[in-house]
Structures are given as structure tokens and as C-alpha cells.
Nanobody
Framework: QVQLVESGGGLVQPGESLRLSCAAS????????MRWFRQAPGKQRELVAA???????NYADAVKGRFTISRDSAKNTVYLQMDSLKPEDTAVYYC???????????????WGQGTQVTVSS
């Protein structure tokens, strides 16, 4: 089985920073992509940032220039550095990963439990 465990959420003031971490553990043959989603109250879950392979990175327009996704392949961990946070960044942030558990099986999507990020003065 595979588990994704997130950490790093919290309450900050506008303009401050937070760093989220997500560590994958369990039976892992290869991780094809790691992503961060977020869901604000009353809104649909949306993709925030994704890293595929080692260098293919994408960001939602709303976070470009403020958020940075990175990955430590040796630790099966993905990070989301969030700078210049705004109240509209308030949401539950979820980690997602496309993981191959055995060489003979296709990848499956796994999700973390979510971590709350609140930006408020």
C-alpha cells in the first residue's frame, strides 16, 4: 500500500510564507508525477502545481511567481513553497501522486489527507 502524508499547513498573515511537504511511503516502484491541489469552501478542487519527472513543472495562473514546487526523489517527497500568501489562498491543500507500485502494473493516483492553510489578518 501507498500513503501520502502532508505537513506544514497553518495560519499566517497576508504576505507571509509557508512550506508544505508531502512524503510518499509504502510499496513504490516509481513516482511519475507529484501534484498539489487545493479546495476552498464552496469551491471545486483545483490544481495548484505539478511536477512530472524531474523538470516538467506547471503552475496555476493564480500562484505563478509566488509558489514553487520541488521534489526530492530520494525521499519520495514533494514540497510547495508558498510566498506572498493572500487571503484567497486559504484552502485545504492536498497532495496527489501518480505512483507505480510494481513494474507490471500501471500507475494509480494516490491522495493525502489534506492540510489546512489559512491566510488572514
Amino acid at each position: 500500500q501507498v500513503q501520502l502524508v502532508e505537513s506544514g499547513g497553518g495560519l499566517v498573515q497576508p504576505g507571509e510564507s509557508l512550506r508544505l511537504s508531502c512524503a510518499a511511503s509504502g510499496t513504490i516502484f516509481n513516482i511519475l508525477a507529484m501534484r498539489w491541489f487545493r479546495q476552498a469552501p464552496g469551491k471545486q478542487r483545483e490544481l495548484v502545481a505539478a511536477i512530472t519527472g524531474r523538470v516538467n513543472i506547471n503552475y496555476a495562473d493564480a500562484v505563478k511567481g509566488r509558489f514553487t514546487i520541488s521534489r526530492d526523489s530520494a525521499k519520495n517527497t514533494v514540497y510547495l513553497q508558498m510566498d506572498s500568501l493572500k487571503p484567497e489562498d486559504t484552502a485545504v491543500y492536498y497532495c496527489n501522486a501518480a505512483i507505480v507500485t510494481r513494474i507490471t502494473t500501471p500507475s494509480l493516483d494516490y491522495w493525502g489527507q489534506g492540510t489546512q492553510v489559512t491566510v488572514s489578518s
